[in-house]
């Protein structure tokens, strides 16, 4: 059996789309775990901040501990699409986000607790935005609704902002986990 | 330039290995993950898994999850060889005709 050149590439942008779809998937995934794991932490990091005010410092340290060895363990149970070990770029990820936290409060300050807290919830969803440009859309629009949902609590709840970032923060990062690891 | 391979060169054969063929070495993809990827029927796709996997183009493992089967596939290293060997035919063709 001979193939026509219009065969021939009729097969291979078949081919291609398949495989898109396939990596796309598996990227999708990959980055489930994650948002499910952060989306834990944030409900219990941002309900114990409800509580207990006082300790917002220590309760944020010991969770982002958790939250860092936990990506840093899916890393490197689940390779890449080149098949490498990709626990650093989270790594590098969650470094350059708390970077950037720091050096914005700096250049704003002062900051009250609540606009700190929504600045990194911000930055959660600029990363996920930003890499939902790269991985697809469902993860784009999991930072967008995490952004949106940032905004609503930080201007109408504010008295009630950690609860919120908690239960609706929190939980949305589960649900997009859950999203993401469907077919 | 190589003969077509008839095993890969079907529709939807053709898209199974496409997909397995876009995930890392040895990686396994779940049935109704497959499924959703090349868009074909359960029997139709468990059809054409069958005769990649007696090709020996991929290897399918089953378990279970619980109580709930589950049923896992990979391509094998001559399944990943034989998928480019078909590429380069393809790309052998278009190369020719231009």
Redesign the interface.
Known sequence: MTLSSEQAEQALRDLETAGQRSGQLYRYQRSAPMLIVWGVIWLIGFGLSDFFPARVNLIWLVLDVVGVSASIYLGRASPSSTGKDSSWRWLASIFSILVFYILVQLVLQPVTEQQAAALMALLVALFYVLGGLWIGARLAIAGLVLAALTLVGFFTLSAHFNLWMAVVGGGALILAGLWLRRV | MDP?D?II?Q?VR????????????R?Q?EF???????EATEGNLGAHLATLEKSGYIAIEKDFVGKKPRTRVALTPAGRRAFERY?DY??G??D??A
Do not use: D, W
């Open positions: 077509l008839e060169h529709p053709l898209k199974i290995m496409a997909a397995l063929k876009a995930l890392p070495s990686t993809i109704v993950r497959l499924r959703a990827v090349v590429v393809l790309r063709i278009l020719g005709a």
